[in-house]
């Protein structure tokens, strides 16, 4: 299990090394999405220092990756490794006593957002890329791109066959950027699929795929032909490492 964050994005936090999964690596991640009231992401930050240091008088030991979004200001994301059920619930309880201990700064905290959410991802290293020399070390990454994928229920698998010929070609060119996909676990809108790539930084992502693309684009057609008949919709979201933020036992 990762109780330390050892990098800085949120892929490398997940992965612990980018593009490969290590031995300790999470099997489920807990992912909490908040969204803040215009001009309240200064008071949100401020309070969220008072929760961690109650956490520690709680005996949390988990560490909890905050990123924030690139394309959303006040969007935050809470990323929370665990690797059993039993282990979470026992997370939460320390979770929920070191709430418990200070109601004011709960009540405060109450009105600086207008939306939050919670879903369960559970890691999928059958479906995700490790380049045998990766272009990023983990704190190189300072942008991850997050790309959701919602097949329609009866279609899973073909997603998942076409995330593998993906795969194959990007070993076959030598793509250096590596990716992890999870899967939704729990939550509302599965199936869903999101396929995490590192960037030194928004440009440096978007520099890196042209290039690849570039490269396979006449082979990745061939795969994606007749992908949007497997496909509900997908989306996009960037996201920005928050170590200052991030909770460290």
Known sequence: MVKKLLAGSLLAALMV??????????????????????????????????????????????????????????????????????????LNAKINQGFSSIPMVMQKMASTYTHTETEVWAARPDLSYT??????????????????????????????????????????????????VFQLAVGPDAPAYAVLIDGKDEADYFAEAAKFQQKTAAEAQAIIEGAGEILRRIEYEGTIPRLDLSYQP
């Open 17 to 90: 090394a980018p593009g490969a999964f290590a031995q300790d690596a999470p099997e489920l991640v807990n992912v909490l999405t908040v969204r803040t009231k215009l001009g309240q992401q200064q008071e949100y930050e401020a309070l969220l220092k008072d929760i961690w240091g109650a956490f520690k008088k709680a005996g949390v030991e988990q560490s909890i990756f905050v990123s924030s979004s690139a394309s959303e200001p006040g969007a935050y994301t809470f990323v929370t490794p665990f690797s059993t059920w039993t282990e979470f619930g026992e």
């Open 131 to 180: 380049p045998a020399n990766p272009r990023l070390v983990p704190d190189e990454g300072k942008y991850t791109r997050i790309s959701f994928f919602y097949p329609h229920p009866d279609k899973a698998l073909n997603f998942e066959s076409v995330v593998q010929k993906f795969n194959a070609l990007n070993e076959k060119h030598g793509n250096t950027s590596g990716s992890a």
